[in-house]
């Protein structure tokens, strides 16, 4: 079974960077279309960008110019570079593989990011 692991997040100030990393065990994720999600407190989890097998990108309006999904296939992992982070940016992150409109994978716990001064 596929476990997905997030890490990464912390507290930090507005305008601050984050990376964060998702990576799997037993399975590659190279093959695959994968996903960032944004869970702020209180409301549903949202998407915030993919990248496609071929590395191709998308990145919904409000982290356009200021997040970067990329991948290391060596590593099996998958990054979110977060920057000029904003106090909305606040809450869980999630990654996973969209397929059509649902998801390949169980959710794994998320990693915690905290925009605050």
């Known amino acids: 079974q596929v476990q997905l692991v997030e890490s990464g997040g912390g507290l930090v100030q507005p305008g601050g960077s984050l990376r964060l990393s998702c990576t799997a065990s037993g399975r590659s994720l190279s093959a695959y279309d994968m996903g960032w999600y944004h869970q702020a407190p209180g409301k549903q989890r949202e998407l915030v960008g993919t990248i496609a097998e071929g590395g191709q990108t998308f990145y919904e309006d409000s982290v356009k110019g200021r997040f970067t999904i990329s991948r290391d296939t060596t590593k099996n992992t998958v990054y979110l570079q977060m920057n000029k982070l904003e106090p909305e940016d606040t809450g869980v992150y999630y990654c996973?593989?969209?397929?059509?409109?649902?998801?390949?994978?169980?959710w794994g716990r998320g990693t915690q990011v905290t925009v605050s001064s």
């Open positions: 996973n593989s969209p397929v059509g409109i649902g998801l390949r994978f169980d």
